[in-house]
């Protein structure tokens, strides 16, 4: 079954620093997704993108973050200048539609950031 | 209004009973509600949804009871089993976008 893939599994940077977190969506898909999930707590949305374009973000997508699709596999995330409570599991998402009716979301095993 | 209150936080149940897990919502927009599951190391993948036209979803050992009277909905794992074992969240939708809530960790105990 397809998967969708992200690396690194786990990042640690220093505070300050920039960190570009990557993924594979599946191949066949059309919409993707970043989430956050704090350890231990609620999965946050954080951003969605369709056509090379941003289609909805949340509060917390400010402007240390960036998504981008440089290429047709690659989809990624950059937080600019990373805070401490920029630590979390970050979870890439696509689906073949955007109505989560038609075609479920389907998750990455995310990227655990560590900001030191 | 956007949020989804989900309860307990975390449950342990015996091998072969019912796991029971809660959500409320305020937002009478939402209209899907679709479970996830979680194991560690993992992300959350659909496990069964239903939308409010529906009182109860079945598949398997899973049901979603949904009163949309009340605006709440659960899920029940009947005989429940030690690969069970994971953080389940609940979630709603409206306007295609999931507001989740905050997850329940759930430990069967062979």
């Known amino acids: 079954e397809p998967e969708v893939t992200q690396t690194p599994s786990h990042q640690v940077t220093q505070m300050g620093q920039e960190v570009i977190l990557r993924c594979v969506p599946i191949?066949?898909?059309?919409?993707f997704y970043w989430y956050r999930q704090i350890l231990g707590q609620k999965v946050e949305f954080l951003v969605s993108?369709?056509?090379?374009?941003?289609?909805?973000k949340s509060e917390i997508f400010d402007d240390q973050f960036s998504v981008e699709r440089p290429d047709g596999s690659n989809f990624t995330l950059k937080i600019r200048s990373t805070k401490l409570e920029d630590s979390a599991m970050y979870f890439c998402?696509?689906?073949?539609?955007?109505?989560?009716?038609?075609?479920?979301?389907?998750f990455g095993n995310g990227t655990r950031l560590t900001v030191t | 209004q956007q949020q989804v209150k989900q309860s307990p936080q975390s449950l342990i149940v015996q091998k072969g009973g019912i796991s029971i897990i809660n959500c409320a919502y305020e937002?009478?927009?939402?209209?899907?509600f679709p479970w996830y599951q979680q194991f560690p190391g993992k992300g959350p993948a659909l496990l069964i949804a239903?939308?409010?036209d529906v009182s109860e979803k079945k598949e398997g050992r899973f049901t979603i009871s949904f009163n949309k009277s009340a605006k709440q909905f659960s899920l029940h794992i009947m005989d429940s089993q030690p690969g069970d074992s994971a953080t389940y969240f609940c979630?709603?939708?409206?306007?295609?976008?999931?507001?989740w809530g905050a997850g329940t960790k759930l430990i069967i105990k062979p």
């Open positions: 998402a696509s689906s073949e539609w955007a109505d989560p009716r038609r075609s479920p979301l389907h």
């Open positions: 191949s066949n898909h059309l919409y």
């Open positions: 993108f369709y056509n090379n374009e941003i289609s909805e």
């Open positions: 937002n009478t927009a939402f209209d899907y």
């Open positions: 239903i939308r409010p």
């Open positions: 979630a709603a939708d409206s306007n295609y976008q999931l507001i």
